[in-house]
């Protein structure tokens, strides 16, 4: 078995030679070779040259139909016209003022007009920002400092919100290398799905703030269940707790709205970014003006939450993200991308019966996750919740041999998916969806052949 696993890694080295030598040049500077955790991929991982619409180019001059579209963040695909151009003109004109910009005011503009909690915007520069400032301000107006997140759900890397956002999840023993007992203390987490939980976590430690992803930890990898939102949004009210949506993969991906305008529930503040920016750095928190007047000088709260940083509402950021919330305002790219998923959700899992494969692919609205080692009924749908929905069947660690078999045979294919998930743009096409199909046929005949299925 050993010796065919070498035959998937044997294909990826043949093909990504020159990736192969930029990863060893880029160890030298470096911790892993990487700057995102999620790129580590052994033996290797591919080094893209340009990218355009739904495809990248590797370095070997390879073409690879992209499903991390940005870590999210191109809803409208790679280098779509008018957002380039938007920021081509604004870099001609300057890329920071330090100062006011009438272009950040349009920005946050069309932030308001979409998003329905958005009464007040400020920009940060990433959605980790945005969320850290965002329990800041509940704590600072709240006067409490406990904050309950879901087991499973992502925020962003910061302190505050890191722990319990990885599996495998073991709540006797919260705790994350490097940050300090007393802050993890703070935290509560709590199951997804399980308003009971809630309510106890809120009775038991009343908290200044719930926040969560609205379609779901890890984008969805769990996905919430329209009802428990309704649910959670009437506890928070009850119990006078703030509620946080984290949209900063779902906002302007699965309705221009976000999760909150797809299903009609206001939370009270909103983290942004990714798509918010049109690809470029950018995140935002948006909410209730009495809330948000905690940054304001004067305010009713007599302390001020302090809040520089250097890059907010920079006009690049702002231009490219004008340019593509204007576009996709209409609702006809988020539903693109939400149809297209749907399919191709569909058609792997039919491929996945066909070849007797026991996985299945599953998801929401453009989010695509194939669960390996699935043994369950698959009905072949677009739209069914595997495992009955339960977090730790659906969101566990695989092997790591099979983990980055799968995706560089799927790379060698010329497919490039982001972990065990994948999202599309609105510039993906059927003909992109049936050669994804075909290539994770010849990648699970690969994984077969080197006995890893
Ligand atoms: N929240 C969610 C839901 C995310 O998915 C991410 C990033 N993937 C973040 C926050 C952090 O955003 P950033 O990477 O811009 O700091």
């Known amino acids: 078995m050993a010796t065919n696993h070498l035959t998937v890694e044997a294909a990826y080295r043949d093909k990504f030679p020159q990736s192969a030598s930029l990863y060893e040049r880029g160890k030298t500077v470096f911790p892993s070779g990487i700057t995102h955790d999620a790129r580590y991929l052994l033996p290797f991982p591919v080094f893209v040259k340009e990218a355009h619409g739904s495809r990248k180019t590797s370095v070997e001059g390879h073409s690879i139909i992209d499903y991390w579209v940005g870590h999210g963040a191109l809803l409208l695909g790679h280098g779509r016209r008018e957002v380039v151009e938007a920021v081509q003109q604004q870099m001609a004109r300057g890329t920071h003022f330090s100062a006011n910009h009438e ?4 920005w946050g503009e069309r932030v308001k007009r979409l998003v329905p909690s958005a009464e007040r915007v400020r920009f940060t520069s990433s959605g980790t920002e945005a969320t850290l400032m965002a329990v800041r301000v509940a704590r600072l107006v709240t006067n409490r400092t406990k904050v309950v997140k879901l087991i499973g759900h992502f925020h962003g890397w910061h302190d505050q919100l890191v722990l319990a956002a990885y599996a495998p999840y073991t709540p006797d023993d919260w705790s994350m290398p490097g940050v300090s007992p007393g802050v993890v203390s703070d935290l509560v987490a709590v199951p997804p799905n399980d308003l009971k939980a809630i309510e106890q976590a809120f009775q038991e430690h009343r908290p200044a703030c719930c926040i969560l992803e609205p379609t779901g930890g890890h984008w969805g990898l769990v996905p919430v269940q329209g009802e428990y939102l309704r649910g959670l949004r009437e506890l928070c009210t009850r119990y006078d707790v703030l509620l946080i949506f984290d949209e900063v993969i779902s906002g302007f991906r699965v309705h221009p709205g976000g999760a909150q305008g797809h299903y009609g529930i206001t939370p009270d503040m909103t983290t942004m970014a990714k798509i918010l920016a049109g690809g470029l750095p950018g995140g935002a928190l948006a909410g209730r003006r009495d809330l948000l007047e905690a940054i304001e000088f004067g305010n009713q709260y007599g302390k001020k939450m302090k809040h520089p940083g250097t890059f907010n509402g920079n006009p690049l950021s702002a231009a490219a993200g004008c340019a593509a919330l204007d576009l996709l305002a209409d609702g006809v790219a988020c539903q693109q991308a939400n149809r297209l998923t749907g399919k191709l959700r ?18 929401e609205f453009s989010m695509c996750h194939i669960l390996p080692g699935y043994t369950g009924h698959n009905p072949v749908s677009a739209d069914f919740i595997p495992c009955d929905g339960d977090y730790r ?3 566990r660690e ?3 041999a099979l983990k980055f078999a799968f995706r560089s045979a799927l790379l060698t294919c010329g497919v490039d998916w982001f972990g065990w998930s994948g999202m599309t743009s609105s510039a993906h096409t059927e003909d992109d969806l049936e050669e994804t199909v075909a290539a994770f046929d010849r990648m699970l005949s690969m994984l077969q052949a080197d006995g890893l299925i």
């Open 103 to 106: 272009l950040e005011i349009e």
């Open 346 to 363: 569909q058609q792997l899992n039919a491929l996945f019966v066909r070849k007797s494969v026991p996985w299945i692919a599953y998801g």
């Open 393 to 395: 069947k659906l969101d």
């Open 398 to 400: 695989q092997p790591a």
